[in-house]
């Protein structure tokens, strides 16, 4: 079974502060997601990690980096958190294949606030 | 347009009944497609894979139109754990990304 575990499940962080969620998986996957969810908007890629210290930006990164110094953890750097990044935070892996895409396995989530 | 679009519902069905859900798809190069099922505050889980030839599990079966671009998800004799919000995907390939749809809710009544 594939597991993908988060760092916290719930946090609450002050505006201006530092934030950090670690995400890691025990399948060798090569690929990592970081997502945000908001009602009515559905998952958002923030930035996704296809191998050791490689990374690229999704659709929505500004605010936003990552890390990714061994395969099997993937971190998420809110580097002055707003109010506005008050969300659900999902990771997730998948094996990488070519031209195709496997499925995604997604840890539990962090539901983040910031006040 | 959105990459990939569902209804968001809700549908809300009795008990045994027999849902339909469909999501279509803006990208022709899409090589792979799946279900994903949310329930509140939870993450997805992955329901099933969405295969050229279709794909059924139990009460559930999936299909692809690439002709028409869309994916269903059929799911018989609804149960009351059924309700959950239903997600699809598609692999827009370049580093195996998936797009999701925002998810279609699905509430079943006794």
């Known amino acids: 079974d594939v597991k993908v575990t988060q760092s916290s499940r719930y946090l609450v962080k002050r505006t201006g502060e530092k934030v950090f969620l670690e995400c890691v998986q025990d399948?060798?996957?090569?690929?990592m997601f970081w997502y945000r969810q908001d009602p009515g908007l559905g998952l958002r890629l923030i930035y996704f990690s296809y191998d050791v210290k490689m990374k690229e930006k999704g659709d929505i990164p500004e605010g936003y980096s990552v890390s990714r110094e061994k395969k099997e953890r993937f971190s998420l750097i809110l580097e002055s958190a707003s109010t506005n990044q008050t969300s659900m935070y999902l990771c997730a892996s998948s094996l990488w294949q070519g031209s195709s895409s496997y499925e995604q396995y997604f840890g539990p989530g962090t539901r983040l606030t910031v006040t | 347009r959105k990459e990939v679009e569902q209804d968001p519902g809700p549908f809300n069905v009795p008990e045994g009944a027999t849902v339909a859900f469909n999501c279509t798809y803006s990208n022709s190069a899409s090589q792979s497609f799946f279900w994903y099922r949310q329930d509140c505050r939870k993450e997805p889980k992955l329901l099933m894979s969405v295969y050229s030839s279709g794909n059924e599990d139990g009460r559930f079966t999936a299909q692809l139109n690439r002709a028409s671009q869309y994916i269903s998800l059929l799911i018989r004799d609804s149960k009351l754990s059924d309700s959950a919000t239903y997600l699809c995907a598609g692999g827009m390939g370049g580093y195996n990304k998936l797009i999701f749809g925002a998810g279609t809710r699905l509430a079943v009544h006794p």
């Open positions: 399948m060798d996957h090569e690929n």
